[in-house]
DNA sequence: TATTGTTATACTCTATAACTATA
DNA sequence: TATAGTTATAGAGTATAACAATA
């Protein structure tokens, strides 16, 4: 076949999807990211930490923290460390284990956090206003069920 | 109404929705990455810059693949050093402007991207392979529509 | 020994702004 | 004056690895 002979192009339909898609998360992340850092001195890492202790009044653990933000636990440590100098979140002992604390939003920083939530709810309407609900809701079905394949089938290191 | 009580709940689908394409982006993108450094010891924004030059056989002014990777004008010219300094790109003249080039792929380099580009491809096919073809194509032509809107609804800053 | 978290370090990626050369 | 590109700089954001304290 001709087809194959440019190189990569048996399967050019996902390869465009994900390009599209990356070009359009690249955009909204780079809008979000602006406007967090002009209206609040904040950057996307900051906002994520704080989201994932909205709704945890307890806290989370740290290497918990590393979890859902996907990154490594060295840098949970510095963002928190900034968030607890400007007194937005604090360390809380675990009984019966002195090696890990939970960390949890103080007061201030619910409020503060709930001013952020609230434009950054009215940017993503924004981004996403050119679709009809039901449209909405299929894209994010779909998105589903590729996570749901993509967490089922764990790095083939093609 | 009690909804609007919680602070940000009104269009909480537009949220979650960008939530989701937000964290599968982030782990699509986190496992190119990984394997580009792994199998071909680069980077994903000098693969991007070598991938908007494969189909320019006479290569793109710096202003333009600044336009194209959405990055600014500085950083193309350190990635183009690195790519120069290797032999996969050269810096050509533009006949009638001497302060522009067009930057494009060496012979070398144009092989080395069709190595780079087949992986890749196999990697994000693996990523999608979880949706049907017409569920590609319906997810594509959606966020096709959000881009559309998005880009002819320039920054209304909130 | 293994785990939790911190520290130290280095590198990539990015934006901003001042600059040079040419238009 | 405006444009194309470069240089210099600073700061996010990240990973790795060595480390201390506790389990």
Redesign the interface.
Known sequence: MDMEAR??S??P??????L????????????VRT?LREQFDTTLPRFDLMAQLERKPDGLKMNELSRRM?VTGGNVTGITDQLVAEGLVERALVEGDRRAYRVRLTPRGRTQF?DM???????????????A?G??????Q?????????ND?P????
Chains 1, 2 share one sequence.
């Open positions: 190189g990569h048996e399967h339909e996902a390869l465009r999807l994900w599209r898609m990356l070009t359009l998360t690249q955009l909204v992340e780079k809008q406007q996907m709930g939530a609230r434009q950054h709810e009215s940017w993503i309407v924004a981004a996403f206003e050119g679709l609900p449209e909405v809701e299929t894209l994010y779909l998105l589903g069920k590729v996570k749901q394949h993509y089938t790095l083939e290191t093609a």
